[in-house]
């Protein structure tokens, strides 16, 4: 999976709206403006996390597309271990291939957008959330890193918490749904 969203990642010039995120990622950087400031109508975590690539590897396409990348990957890890939780290992190994080889996941996995930043974090609060309601003893450790997970983010994409609620609405109704 990594191999597909890595592969030939800074040949390819930013679009229009990841030109944002390399200014906001300067200014924070070289300026010293807050990300809070620069780009008021995204939470900054995003451009925090992509700061430190940065740093490392200098501002260009490369250093503002890995993230993406790594936490694409890492997203197709918790799509397994979330779909062998409710389904078995036969169908976890299914999801997690269709997930590391979907077009849009790798796209959007080979820029600059906090999407697949979110929607790792979301399926880490999801996972974390869903390890504590299957426990018979409650372990709260895993209630609590669903909500740092949560909130993390909700520091990625104000959205999150829209899906979050659209979870915890399913979690609720569900098993009214469910009752015959």
Wanted: hydrophobic content about 55%.
């Amino acid at each position: 999976g990594f191999i597909f969203r890595i592969y030939r990642i800074s040949e390819l010039n930013l679009y229009p709206d990841e030109g944002v995120f390399i200014f906001t990622v300067k200014d924070f950087l070289y300026n010293n403006v807050s990300v809070w400031l620069s780009n008021a109508w995204q939470p900054p975590l995003f451009s925090w996390i992509n700061s430190i690539f940065v740093r490392i590897f200098g501002l260009n396409e490369f250093s503002m597309r890995v993230p993406s990348a790594i936490f694409g990957t890492l997203t197709i890890i918790l799509v397994y271990y979330l779909a062998k939780l409710w389904y078995g290992k036969k169908q976890a190994i299914l999801a997690a291939i269709i997930m590391a080889v979907l077009p849009v996941h790798i796209i959007y996995s080979r820029t600059s957008f906090s999407d697949v930043m979110q929607a790792f974090f979301l399926f880490a609060a999801i996972l974390a959330s869903e390890l504590f309601l299957r426990k018979e003893r409650k372990e709260y450790l895993f209630i609590f890193l669903s909500g740092i997970f949560f909130a993390l983010s909700f520091l990625v994409k104000y959205n999150s918490i829209l899906l979050w609620a659209l979870y915890w609405l399913f979690i609720l109704v569900y098993p009214l749904l469910k009752k015959e």
